[in-house]
Structures are given as C-alpha cells and as structure tokens.
C-alpha cells in the first residue's frame, strides 16, 4: 500500500465498480494502493495479489509488458505523453481479459517522477461492443476528474494551505492591536506611576493645611477610596497586565514561527529547535494536562527545508505522542546529527502500537484510534512531507512502553537538474 501522502480520497473510492478499480504506486518504494475492487475485478484476494508494482508486471500478458513500459517511459519523460493504454491482466483463473487505464505521475522539486496514480476499467466485454466500449471511455473520463480534484487536493494539504491562512488571519489581526495595547500599556504605566507621585506629595502637604474642616473631607475621601490598597493593587494590575500582553504576543510570535506566513513557499536553510519549539507551544493546550515534555537538544545545523511543512510533521507526531497516553507520562524530544544528515526523534511512554499494527501506520486512511478519533491521515501526510524533502521516517513500538519515531532530514537538498 502507498505510503506517506493523502491518496484517494474516500468519495473517490467509493466509485469502484465491478469493472473499475483504483491504483496508487509509490514509485521510489515499488509499493502500490490497489483498491479492493481492482482485486476483485481479477478475481483475487487481498493476499493473493501482493501490494507491489512487480506483482501488476507478472499478471500482465507477456506480449503487453513492454508496450506497457515504453508508455510509463513516455509519460515519466521531460515531454509528459499522456498515460492511457489498453493491456492483458492475468485473472485467478489462468485466464486473460483486456482493460483499459489511464493515469498521472506527480513530480518532486526537482521534476522526478515519485508518485502515480490512475484507474483500470474492464473492457472485455467492450472489446466485443462499441457502444459498451463508449459508454466505459464516459466512466472512466468523470474518474479522471475525480482523480484531478484528488490531485488538486492533495497539493493544497501538502502546501498546508488551510493552516497557513488561518495563521496568517490570526497573526495579522492580533499583532495589530496587541502592539498598541503593549505600547498605550507602557505609558499608562508611566501615567500611574506620576499620579502616585502626585498624591503623596498631597498626602505629604495635608498637615499643611490649616483648615481642620478641609483636612477632614481630604482624610475621609482618601479612608474610603482606600489610597493604600489602590496604589498597591494598581501596580499588580499593571505587572499582570504586561504579562498576558507578553504572553499573547509570543504566541502571535509563535503562530507566524509555525506558518512561516511572512515567507514565502520556497526551500531555505530553518532551524528546526526554533521549528519544535514554536509547535510545541503551538500544542501546549493538547500537552499540559496530560505530559511532561523534556527536551534534550543536540549540537545540529539548519536543514534547507519548507519549515511550515516540517513544523507539521512535528505537529502530528507531538499530538500522536499525546494521545498514546492514557492518563500521565511523558514526552522527549531528541535531536541530533549524523554524517550529511539531521535527526529529530519524538519518544512517548504511551500504550505502544502491535506489531502488525506498526507494519501499516503509513498507510493512508489506516489508524489505530478509535472511530471517529482518527482520520488516519496525520502519519501518512507525514510520511509524504519527509519523503518529498528527500528523508526517512521511522518507528519502533513496544505496547505497554511507548513508542519512538525518528525523522532524518538531508542538511541539504539535491542540487537542480537542468531538464
């Protein structure tokens, strides 16, 4: 099964048919999404048809398997010839039936080929009937579509433009007024601290005054205002004050760290200690009741990255790590640096997750959460976030323990090839 990015969303999905099914190949990994009713359609079981690339090239006839690479070839190459060819698949019985796909790589930064996605229709029977054959090209046109709005969505969560422009409002539209409240703060501060001078030096002139009635009214109004109690409660409210206003900036500060709103979408060298610890205030709220967060930071380097999106990454294993705990515990953050490359590891001492669970907790749509609690998207987009930056997640579990997930980061990028 495809790992690492949100694929095939479910109202896509749910339009497989008997004669039409789904496929998403991870080209750098060889591991393929066959939809249930792709396996279906040739008559096999889920175990019988293993998730992998090889297994699609071994059920092809072998007279259709080097029409079938020469038009992978075409489409991978600099030109993008369209792919959508007819073929021979192999069913469970021995015998062949004819089906026609169609389908769509996307490109990393670089302009390589590192995922595939598409759909296969049955045309057997339209091999025999035109009109039959007609009316499947229809079908198999509005699943392009389908497969497109897909694709189109799948870039928008991978830019995150959703977190981004919420970030962005927020930021904006506090940072404004936080800053005159901050600065009007500063000088109403000044203002009290010369009105308390003012009234000591009256308290300080009322023996002065010779007459008894006047010292009197002045006596009374400063006992019932309680002169004392204002004069030191002020200054509390004052001190209180300042620091919800420093506290509600840096979480602005914060919130723009997260997002990178004032920078645009493009590579560059971030510190990813700034990164966590922005994300990590970013999710106080999930964190401070439950763990206890200890941080032992390593001596590493900027990593040319898209910070938002590593920020993320963090993000999903930092609530994971929450939600893996029962009642209390505890989470460390470890970073460090190897060779070419930089690590930053994410330790609960949660539930842990089984081992055949944590075979397939990259997989799109798959979680071990409850129904409703998860989407099974948040470790999947992950694993696609790192993957697109050239880097490697992985995960070790022991239930009972807690688990680790570490993600590597190439310091740098590979350089642009020229196309």
């Not at 045309?123 to 499947?136: F, M, V």
């Not at 992950?382 to 009972?400: D, L, N, W």
Request: aromatic share 10%; proline share 3%.
């Amino acid at each position: 099964m495809i790992r690492g990015e949100e694929f095939l969303q479910p109202d896509v999905v749910a339009m497989c048919t008997s004669t039409i099914g789904l496929w998403d190949w991870n080209i750098r990994t060889d591991a393929v999404f066959y939809a249930p009713c792709f396996k279906e359609m040739l008559g096999y079981t889920e175990d019988e048809f293993p998730d992998l690339f090889s297994t699609f090239i071994e059920a092809l006839h072998p007279e259709d398997r080097n029409l079938v690479r020469r038009a992978l070839d075409a489409h991978f190459s600099p030109q993008r010839t369209p792919y959508a060819i007819e073929y021979r698949l192999r069913t469970n019985t021995g015998k062949y039936r004819w089906f026609y796909t169609s389908g769509e790589a996307f490109r990393d930064q670089v302009g390589k080929p590192y995922r595939m996605i598409g759909a296969i229709i049955d045309i057997t029977a339209g091999k025999q009937t035109k009109w039959e054959l007609t009316e499947c090209y229809e079908e198999i046109q509005k699943l392009n579509v389908k497969l497109k709005e897909a694709h189109d969505h799948l870039l928008q969560s991978e830019r995150m433009t959703f977190i981004g422009q919420l970030a962005t409002g927020v930021a904006h539209e506090i940072n404004n007024p936080i800053g005159y409240v901050y600065s009007n703060l500063g000088t109403l501060e000044k203002y009290v601290q010369d009105v308390f001078r003012m009234i000591e030096d009256y308290e300080s002139a009322e023996g002065a005054i010779a007459d008894e009635g006047v010292r009197a009214r002045l006596q009374a109004a400063r006992e019932k205002l309680d002169i004392a109690f204002l004069k030191e409660d002020l200054r509390a409210l004052m001190v209180e004050s300042r620091e919800g206003i420093v506290h509600v900036k840096n979480i602005v500060r914060d919130l723009k760290d997260f997002s990178h709103v004032d920078a645009a979408d493009e590579w560059y060298a971030a510190d990813l200690h700034k990164g966590l610890d922005s994300t990590l205030n970013i999710v106080h709220n999930e964190i401070k009741y439950k763990v206890k967060v200890v941080k032992e930071y390593g001596d590493i380097v900027a990593v040319e990255c898209l910070p938002s999106q590593i920020n993320q990454v963090f993000m999903n294993l930092l609530v994971n790590a929450v939600h893996a705990v029962e009642k209390c515990g505890t989470i460390t953050v470890r970073t460090g640096k190897q060779d070419a490359e930089v690590w930053v590891e994410i330790a609960d001492t949660g539930n842990g997750i089984a081992a055949a669970d944590l075979k397939r907790i990259f997989d799109p749509f798959y979680t071990t959460k409850p129904i409703g609690q998860g989407t099974g998207l948040g470790l999947s987009l992950s694993y696609g976030i790192v993957q697109k930056h050239q880097g490697r997640m992985e995960a070790q579990s022991e239930v009972g323990k807690g688990s680790v997930f570490r993600v590597w980061l190439p310091i740098q990028q590979p350089q642009t090839e020229s196309v």
